[in-house]
């Protein structure tokens, strides 16, 4: 069964530096997302792209933040400069085309800013 | 915009009684709705959606859950409840818009007594 992957699993960084977590989505899908999950709270939705552009972000998505996808299959999402408060569990999540949003999520990066 | 209440914060059960999760969303529209299952440290697993048509759905795992426009509701049901189920839920509300994103509710934590 096609799955959403995300790497590293687990990433330790400290403050100040740059990170890129990765995804590659499910092959067919034309519609990536970034969610994160702090801690103890709900998920929150970062920001979705489509045809090789952001289609919406959320004011969690500030300067700090970018997506990218460089090749055929890989999305990524860099902060630039990390903060303590960035420290969360990262979901990458596809779907096709259509009106409906089922999305797939993958398993997630835990992204620890010391 | 918007918006999902899960209302437990936590719930505990016995093994083999029944189980209903809350959930209440706000929306304009009708909307898309989902219940996800989190167990600890993974990802995000879909367990069932509803888009139209039959108010009751039947997910994975044995759950179901029913849609009431009335109430604003999609309450997640299960007749009995397997150890295995202990995990965190999450109920989702998706926009019928180009984006797509999605909406997540502060999630319900489930305990399964022996």
């Known amino acids: 069964e096609p799955e959403v992957t995300q790497t590293p699993s687990h990433q330790v960084t400290q403050m100040g530096q740059e990170v890129i977590l990765r995804c590659v989505p499910i092959s067919n899908h034309l519609y990536f997302y970034w969610y994160r999950q702090i801690l103890g709270q709900k998920v929150e939705f970062l920001v979705s792209f489509y045809n090789n552009e952001i289609s919406e972000k959320s004011e969690i998505f500030d300067d700090q933040f970018s997506v990218e996808r460089p090749d055929g299959s890989n999305f990524t999402l860099k902060i630039r400069s990390t903060k303590l408060e960035d420290s969360a569990m990262y979901f990458c999540a596809s779907r096709t085309q259509g009106p409906s949003p089922e999305a797939f999520f993958g398993q997630g990066t835990r992204l620890t800013v010391v | 915009a918007q918006s999902v209440t899960q209302p437990d914060i936590h719930i505990t059960v016995s093994e083999g009684a029944s189980l209903e999760l809350r959930c209440n969303y706000s929306y304009g529209a009708t909307p898309y709705l989902f219940w996800y299952v989190q167990s600890p440290g993974q990802g995000l697993q879909l367990l069932l959606k509803?888009?139209?048509?039959?108010?009751l759905v039947q997910g994975i795992k044995g759950f179901e859950a029913e849609f009431k426009r009335s109430q604003s509701s999609f309450n997640l049901r299960k007749p009995s409840v397997h150890w295995s189920d202990a995990a965190e839920y999450f109920c989702a509300v998706g926009e019928s818009n180009a984006g797509n994103m999605l909406t997540f509710g502060g999630g319900t934590r489930l305990m399964v007594k022996p």
């Open positions: 509803y888009f139209s048509g039959d108010t």
